[in-house]
């Protein structure tokens, strides 16, 4: 399914009524998100089967298949082994553990949201998001890594991705390695001359973790860092895959981005039922 294909989505799954979701198969933090996304649901007309494989729809608590969340790997292959859609719910980018990313099928490019239509052109505001211009000329580039076991990165070789981005774009400047807080890159594939980085766990947070733009470019796969970037005024490289690729108008793609997260209210009011085109 292309992004952006609202009416195909809304046609295509406006008859189903049953929708599949695995509360022991969550983050710690998940209770009160989960819930809202069960009672927007069944708000919406759909009745709602915990643990089963044989409903229209299923609902998983994100794509890094590890630790509680390790067994939603195989729900969600299941499910698309059948072209039956998966709503994939991860913690959000813009402000972690305030807003949550909900998407059809993938929480990247490839998944659904139905951010590019209808848009609230005051959402950005409402939120408390503003673009920020960020001075260049730091003499360093970042490498922001991602989690190996999330199905962002499957099939990807991420060691070999940054290296190749390293030698394209890095043009005499000092190269900066941040892994993902909790998974480790291989250092023996990377130059010998870049920094390492560890990232450092903001205090009285869930898992957030303190990281700084002053870098002339940002180099991520496609996850949250490069998102943020764009919003610091950080040039991004990044794969065709991220929703930081390819930004033209950054006030508009700042708009759709805010289309793309929820907080719990907003979850639990079913907005973004309508706005995937679930709603009966």
């Known amino acids: 399914m292309k992004r952006g294909n609202y009416s195909v989505f809304h046609v295509r799954y406006l008859v189903t009524k049953t929708v599949a979701y695995f509360p022991l198969q969550c983050a710690q933090n998940s209770t009160p998100v989960m819930n809202a996304v069960v009672e927007s649901l069944q708000r919406a007309g759909y009745s709602m089967r915990p643990n089963s494989r044989d409903a229209d729809i299923a609902v998983i608590w994100s794509v890094l298949w590890a630790g509680r969340m390790a067994g939603n790997r195989e729900i969600y292959y299941h499910y698309r082994s059948s072209s039956r859609p998966v709503i994939c719910i991860e ?21 659904y949201y139905g951010h590019q239509h209808n848009l609230d052109w005051d959402r950005p ?11 260049q000329n730091h003499g360093r580039i970042l490498v922001a890594g991602q989690h190996k076991q999330s199905l962002q990165l499957e099939g990807i070789d991420q060691e070999s991705w940054y290296v190749q981005k390293i030698q394209e774009f890095a043009k005499g400047r000092q190269v900066v390695v941040r892994p993902h807080p909790r998974c480790a890159l291989d250092r023996s594939r990377f130059p010998k001359d870049v920094v390492w980085q560890t990232p450092t766990k903001i205090v009285n947070s869930y898992d957030s973790f303190d990281i700084d733009w002053n870098y002339d470019a940002v180099i ?27 930004v033209e108008d950054r006030e508009r793609w700042l708009t759709e981005i805010c289309h793309t997260e929820y907080t719990v209210e907003e979850i639990r009011q079913g907005t973004w039922v309508k706005r995937t085109g679930l709603e009966h």
Do not use: C, E, M
């Open 220 to 246: 991520n796969y496609n996850s949250g860092p490069g998102i943020q970037a764009v919003i610091q005024g950080v040039p991004v490289i990044v794969d065709s895959s991220s929703l930081a690729h390819a």
């Open 91 to 111: 913690v959000g980018t813009l402000f972690r553990n305030t807003t949550w990313k909900i998407a059809i099928n993938h929480v990247n490019a490839l998944g």
């Open 125 to 135: 505001r409402k939120l408390g998001l503003q673009l920020a211009t960020s001075a």
